[in-house]
């Protein structure tokens, strides 16, 4: 049974978001490409920060930093539940169509 991309992609994203150092000051690599093209304000800024906020129990803070950050780690969290239940029962990632006889 091989591992599916998107599982695997959103598994390695919440372990980087993991990982991300909240109290240190350094600069870091952007994904951004707002950030990227030299743009000050994204709209999805502060989002890695606050779902590892509320990886860690700062709820608070972690809507202070984007109120969307908790709505984003439940939606992946979900979507990683949905994708290895489907291995599970279906050998699939996906739901396999019905042959019809």
């Not at 978001?17 to 600069?27: F, L, R």
């Not at 950030?35 to 990886?55: E, I």
Request: hydrophobic share 50%; aromatic share 12%.
């Amino acid at each position: 049974m091989r591992i599916p991309f998107e599982l695997f992609f959103w598994v390695l994203a919440l372990l980087g978001v993991w990982g991300i150092d909240i109290g240190g000051e350094s600069t870091h690599l952007s994904l951004c490409p707002l950030d990227q093209l030299g743009v000050n304000w994204c709209p999805g800024c502060g989002m890695g920060r606050s779902m590892k906020l509320f990886l860690t129990g700062a709820f608070k803070a972690s809507f202070a930093t984007h109120p969307l950050g908790g709505f984003a780690l439940l939606v992946i969290l979900l979507r990683i539940i949905e994708l290895i239940r489907n291995l599970i029962k279906w050998k699939h990632y996906g739901k396999c169509a019905k042959a019809s006889s």
